[in-house]
């Protein structure tokens, strides 16, 4: 029972900070929500290129995972171990593995258009 | 005598006024002289954009049918907006059957159609013309900003576009002289101090009003306590205090009497937003309470600037800056 | 074509130094305990899944993924995500709900242009980038990979 509680503060904690860290970045340079989201899948691709998310993953669990650079660790995840079967592998392994993600982001997104429409804002 | 300021001998006078706006705007100070409010943003309309386009037409009628004017008698519509295209004033003018001159010069478009208008009349060519803008938050957050539900957190400095639109009925043929009239007017220049922060409007078009205003001063030899009130139009609570500033600096002091419309239709907290913008801000406040205090004998001579920021979201994203203008229009009682 | 002179950098200045400031410890700390949450809910479904559908390595996170996505495109349509959005900035930006967040909210809006160059062509005004570089880090890992493979 206790080891659920330390992963649920542990994803707590590390999925808080790199929120946090995003936010720091916001305050300082200003930059828009597209920008921060491709440099942190950016910097989760990078970060496992040399191995280093998957110690961020086995701490935080979800954590690591739900932020946008745990999308980037699993392009980068997959496309090494592409890379471990051939040429094929490696040129495919990314977008595979993620291809969960966006085909939900795809489907769900065009259904939930379909159905919603957006509303005017008071403040 | 420099060229800027024009004056109205004819004296142009403003015989009716139109407002709508929405439910924002009507928990604001000044919502009980709007005329109108939607109870819903889309105006039963299907998308935001016909709602906008059926408000300026919605306006556009009422300010006739106040006058009790025939619409044969109208010789002119002024009108512009802030869509691309200016979508919403070409198609609410498609309505109507008489002559449509469409002006684009952002916020700033109540000012600069109503200097157009008496320029028409001022001439003998016209007799009544209508000046009619206005804005919609959501369509030009659509436009200029994001998606309305992405989830983006706005800056302090920025500014609440009003959902609104605002119309004024011009004439010469009047006989009754108790209305406020138009004696000058002085065209702003197009003043870029290199603010890039599509957030800061204010900072951002305060270097142009205060340009405008002190070209109007020294045109006509006047004093910022000649007016009752100097009223801009969205500069917002900081765009306030720098335009104050900058007229000081030219050797003018306007802090007591100065009112900025993006500062008066909203509660404004200053953590959170400036204050109001869009064309439909000043549209909505000069046409709804200043008209209505003019013609309460409430102000004798007031300077009426609205404010507009000349950039689309192409010239930001090339990292361009925002040229600004103002247009002032002196009206008196 | 720009004339930047030095009346326009010392007005710049003077803007910054009247600028309204934000306070950016609490900012921060919002950003901290929404995301940390998000993450928390990421969590739970992996822990539910795990227990109740045994699943678990890529197909785990998968669905744990598909499920947040799921979470952040519904809370977008019925207009939460943006409320969460203006009281916690990055906190709902950087997770994956916010990447969801990204793909309905213009979808929905642009619908009014139609399906085909309304809603699908506009699904990926903000989130495209993210598929674009997605996709070419990945490959430029997998080839690097390869190569390295190959070497060793």
Partial sequence: MSDIIIDFLMAFLVGGAICAIAQVLINLTKLTAGK???????????LQAFGVYEYLVNIGGAGATVPISGFGYLLANGAIKGAKEGLFGALTGGISAAAMGISAAIVFGYFF?????????KN | MAR????FDKQPKITAVSTIAGQKEKSGPISEFID????????????FEK??????????GKVVEKKNLPLGEVDALIAGDLLNQIISSSFAARNYSFPYIGVYSAC?????????????????HMENVICATGSHFSTAERQYRYPLELGSTRPPQSQWTVTGAGACLLSNNEEDIDYPKIVSATFGKVIDYGVTDANNMGAAMAPACADTIVTHLKNTKTKPTDYNLIVTGDLGVLGSRIVKDLVWEKGYDMNSNHVDCGEMIYNICEEEFQGGSG????AVVFNSFFYKKLLQKRYDRILFLATGALLSSVSSQQGESIPCISHAVEIKR | MKTKTKNNQNYLEYVSNIMPKTNEFQKIFRAFWVGGFICCIGQALRLLYQSVFSLSGDELAGFVSMTMIFLGALFTGIGIYD??????????????????????????????????????????VIAGPIIVFGTVASVLVGLGYYIYFMVV
């Fill in chain 2, 108 to 124: 700033s478009t109540m000012s600069e159609s109503m200097i157009i208008g008496s320029l028409l009349l001022n001439g003998g």
């Fill in chain 2, 279 to 282: 064309a439909g801000c000043s």
């Fill in chain 2, 36 to 47: 109108e409010f939607m109870d819903d943003d889309r105006f039963n309309e299907d998308t």
């Fill in chain 2, 51 to 60: 709602a906008e386009c059926k408000m300026l037409s919605h306006i556009i």
């Fill in chain 1, 36 to 46: 921060i989201l491709v440099y942190f899948l950016l910097a989760g691709v990078l």
């Fill in chain 3, 83 to 124: 409320r969460i959005g203006k009281y916690a900035g990055g906190g709902s930006i950087v997770p994956i709900t916010g990447f969801a967040n990204s793909v309905v909210s213009p979808a929905m809006e642009f619908k009014s242009e139609g399906f085909i160059y309304g809603l699908a062509s506009k699904m990926f």
């Fill in chain 1, 113 to 121: 258009a379909l159905i919603f429409k957006p509303k005017s804002k």
């Fill in chain 2, 4 to 7: 800027e300021t024009v004056y």
